[in-house]
């Protein structure tokens, strides 16, 4: 049981001094939300923490409460523990930062991505849950139990609140259960509303971004049958715009928009980096994380992700024809 194994895992935090916290690159709304939330619920009981993110908090999350206190890489080399939020594998927190973690004497993986790649002697891990804010709130919960100290504020409430927005869609995907919405509604009465969050994070676009929506729906293509629609930016539209892959958050969920689309691709090219591609599946109809893991990424069935060696071309031509591969298997 899940209950059980939370209590297991705060009763281990109640005896330690130090945590290093971290999620995956190329962040989303629920790691870094989630990995905050844990974040301040550990500093309220005394706890020394140190939450990393090796490729920073993007622009559109910096108004998180306790944003600034992420740091891009350790400044210590030993802990007491370390927790993992919303990762997949621990290989997605980053190759530099995978032998700190693989050090620590207690490791616990809080996600609600269930694969191959779970890890941890303690697996918070449940992957009927609509995002990892849901099960760091029950985590929190359990700490206020054990510490006998109320702990969620508001500051957290807004943490969580980003995690579940973010990775529900705003409530619009099929993944939101009655204990996603129990939730919301007490980090609501906690000071969380979801509309100023909405729009901080769905609003509040930088021209380039809007600048490259356009040119990735310019590019747009679709398989004959439909089924499977992408697009691509190269580093040649980041360097016209003066943009960063911050601001092709949100461009992945216009293609899958597309009627009759049942995988949507969005491929970037990375000045001076690799590939990076998000895929977005059809609920009932496709499991994208299948397709991410034959490029050795993850995420799961409806959103997923990897990052592959460039050419761009070449990476498009492969991961497409995985996607049509995959569809034509069902």
Known sequence: MIADVIRETVAVLSRIRSVVLASHVNPDGDAVGSLLALTHALNQIGMATQPILVDGVPEIYCWIPGAELIQTEPTQSQFDAGVVCDAGALIRIGTSLVPLFESVPILIDIDHHVADGTFGAYQIVDAKRASTAELVYDVILEMERAFG???????????LMVGIITDTGSFKYPNVTPQTLAIAAKLTELGAHPAPINERIYENRSYANVKLLGRALEA???????????????????????????????????????????????????????????????????????????????????????????????????????????????
Not at 222 to 242: H, L, N, P, T, Y
Not at 245 to 274: H, L, M, N, W, Y
Not at 304 to 315: H, I, R
């Open 220 to 330: 747009l293509q679709r398989s004959d049958d439909g089924r499977v629609a992408w697009s691509s930016i190269s580093a040649q539209d980041f360097a016209e715009f003066g943009a960063t892959d911050e601001e092709t958050e949100g461009i992945v969920s216009q293609i899958r928009a597309v009627r009759g689309v049942d995988v949507a691709i969005f491929f970037r090219e990375i000045p001076g980096g690799k590939v990076r591609i998000s895929l977005r599946g059809r609920d009932g109809v496709s499991d994208v994380n299948k397709i991410a893991n034959v490029f050795g990424g993850g995420g799961h069935r409806l959103a997923a992700g990897c990052s592959l060696e460039p050419p761009l071309g070449s990476v498009v031509v492969a991961v497409v024809a995985e996607a049509k591969r995959q569809l034509e298997s069902l």
């Open 149 to 159: 100290k109320s702990l969620l504020n508001a500051d957290i409430a807004q943490c």
